[in-house]
């Protein structure tokens, strides 16, 4: 990966932040989009202690708020020539209902449409790249139990955290493959797109719903059950970094742990859900994120 550009989204802790360290310690340059600066700048150091000459670049971007995607998407724009890979990897699960700064649910909002809006921000960056980059949108198994509700997307009407984040998680899914779909259709060779979920890992991301809604139970019982199913974040990471880097990969794939239940072991293709295949609901999706984010992908201007 050396002379590389990878940007990582949640670059600060879990799995974006495990995803960092190896990138960084095959010489790329990581740019972490996160959230808050200071997490990253935290994060940043803490990759150095373990790869000191690590080439990190730490940038805010809040995937919950589109101006601060697009201003990050900008910078990157404007300080790097190439992109090799753009990890979609950032993400919240199961929280209580709350809303971005631009009105949207937050787990569909950021899981999904701040991806959606990023990458169509970097999609020029992407392709100007020579050789192949990728587009890597990390997703989850639990995308299976997922239904994208068209009528109540927002789930304004009723709201359940873990219908919120499957839908998410469907939705990463269903982007990840359409937007291959419309690069293989416009005969844009240099990018491709592939979706990957990392199993289960033992990371920040149990403790954020059950702290939010204020369940001590709930928090003691994800703890418990990381302690005893979870596989380390730095496992996790690897179906991501294998997504980002394998030769085998040429776009529109799933890659997830082979091990037991798909929750740990070693990367391998998968298939992903019958729904998340569903190409008519992808298109819909894509129309209907358009339409949110006011992100249109200039392919047209491209190659
Ligand atoms: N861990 C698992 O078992 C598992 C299973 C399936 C899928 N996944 C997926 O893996 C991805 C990474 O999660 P993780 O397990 O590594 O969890 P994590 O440790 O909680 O990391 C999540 C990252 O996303 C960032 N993030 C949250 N909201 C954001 C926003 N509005 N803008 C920008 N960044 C934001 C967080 O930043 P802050 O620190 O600032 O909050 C954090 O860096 C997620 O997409 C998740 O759905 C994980």
Aim: proline share 2%; aromatic share 8%; hydrophobic share 40%.
């Amino acid at each position: 990966m050396t002379d590389e550009t990878v940007v990582v989204t949640g670059a600060n802790s879990g799995i974006g932040y495990e995803a960092t360290r190896v990138f960084a310690d095959r010489g790329a340059t990581v740019v972490m989009a996160c959230r808050s600066v200071a997490r990253g700048e935290r994060a940043a150091d803490g990759v150095r202690d373990a790869v000191p000459d690590a080439d990190l670049d730490v940038r805010k971007c809040d995937l919950g708020d589109l101006d601060s995607v697009a201003a990050f998407a900008d910078g990157v724009t404007t300080d790097y020539d190439g992109l090799r890979v753009l990890c979609n990897n950032a993400g919240v699960m199961a929280i209580p209902r709350q809303q971005t700064a631009d009105g949207f649910e937050t787990q569909f909002g950021v899981n999904h449409l701040g991806h959606f809006a990023l990458t169509g921000h970097l999609l020029a960056v992407l392709d100007a790249t020579e050789g192949e980059s990728r587009v890597v949108t990390q997703s989850s198994g639990l995308h299976e139990q997922g239904r994208i509700d068209f009528d109540d997307v927002q789930h304004e009407r009723s709201y359940d955290e873990w219908e919120a984040y499957a839908q998410s998680k469907l939705a990463n899914v269903l982007f990840g493959y359409e937007l291959d779909r419309r690069l293989r259709n416009r005969g844009i060779d240099g990018v491709v797109s592939v979706v990957c979920h990392p199993g289960w890992a033992a990371t920040g991301l149990q403790a954020r719903g059950p702290r939010e809604s204020g369940s001590s139970v709930r928090l003691w019982a994800m703890k418990l059950a990381n302690a005893l199913f979870a596989q380390s974040a730095a496992s996790g990471a690897l179906p991501m970094l294998f997504a980002a880097t394998d030769d085998e990969v040429t776009g529109g794939e799933y890659v997830g742990p082979g091990g037991l239940m798909n929750m740990r072991g070693s990367p391998e293709f998968q298939r992903s859900s019958d729904a998340s295949r569903d190409a008519d609901a992808a298109e819909r999706l894509w129309e209907l994120s358009t339409d949110l984010t006011g992100v249109s992908y200039g392919f047209d201007a491209l190659d």
